[in-house]
């Protein structure tokens, strides 16, 4: 069974900074392509930010430069680092890992929400 973990989301002013981190069991990490997505109210889950196995990374266009995505394979985490908050990045945002076995729709975390006051 594949569990994401998030974590570090929470309540911040415009401008701030938060991280978050999600932590999955399993040694299929190392390969794995991860995500992170977020979802706003009344809106379609968006991707914000993904890495592959090798480190190349990928970003929507309105995070780039302020987010950057990370990930430490000999603790199963991947980070999101968001700077320059703004009220438009307030969602849950969730974790997904796409590996072997499921390359498809991945894994999913339970999501953290992140809300960014004006």
């Known amino acids: 069974q594949v569990q994401l973990v998030e974590s570090g989301g929470g309540l911040v002013q415009a401008g701030g900074s938060l991280k978050l981190s999600c932590t999955t069991s399993?040694?299929?990490?190392?390969?794995?392509?991860m995500g992170w997505y977020r979802q706003a109210p009344g809106k379609q889950r968006e991707l914000v930010a993904n890495?592959?196995?090798?480190?190349?990374?990928n970003y929507a266009d309105s995070v780039k430069g302020r987010f950057t995505i990370s990930r430490d394979n000999a603790k199963n985490t991947v980070y999101l680092q968001m700077n320059s908050l703004k009220p438009e990045d307030t969602a849950v945002y969730y974790c997904?890992?796409?590996?072997?076995?499921?390359w498809g729709q991945g894994y999913w975390g339970r999501g953290t929400q992140v809300t960014v006051s004006s």
């Open positions: 997904n890992m796409k590996t072997h076995g499921n």
């Open positions: 399993g040694s299929i990490f190392s390969i794995a392509i």
């Open positions: 890495i592959n196995s090798v480190g190349s990374t």
